[in-house]
């Protein structure tokens, strides 16, 4: 059974930087493909990003459109953590923020399930303008 805890959420001006974590623990970390959604007021959840677990070579992370080339996914196997990065946040990247795990998935899969393994409770995000 994987736990997921996020955080590094808050206010934060457009523009700026904000750097969420996620920590994970009772399971094998790396065994596990990553990923960070959202879920805007109103809106359904969506995919932000993902990254293979670390048993798989080839296939970089997954961006949505909306946030590539803003925010970077990232992870440390040796923390259990899974990093999103977020440069440039506008107000529309309001939401809260989810990480999700699965086992030994790629990025591009867990882009594609409609359900996933193991959840956090979120963070939010408030992006002011």
């Known amino acids: 059974q994987v736990q997921l805890v996020e955080s590094g959420g808050g206010l934060v001006q457009a523009g700026g930087s904000l750097r969420l974590s996620c920590a994970a623990s009772?399971?094998?970390?790396?065994?596990?493909?990553m990923g960070w959604f959202r879920q805007a007021r109103g809106k359904e959840r969506e995919i932000v990003a993902a990254?293979?677990?670390?048993?798989?070579?080839?296939?970089?992370?997954y961006y949505a459109d909306s946030v590539k080339d803003r925010f970077t996914i990232s992870r440390d196997n040796a923390k259990n953590t899974v990093y999103l990065q977020m440069r440039g946040p506008k107000p529309a990247d309001t939401a809260v923020y989810y990480c999700a795990a699965d086992l030994s998935t790629t990025s591009r899969r867990m882009a594609a399930l409609h359900s996933h393994g193991y959840w956090g409770r979120g963070t939010p995000v408030t992006v002011s303008s």
């Open positions: 009772g399971g094998t970390f790396s065994s596990h493909g």
């Open positions: 990254i293979s677990w670390s048993g798989w070579i080839g296939i970089g992370p």
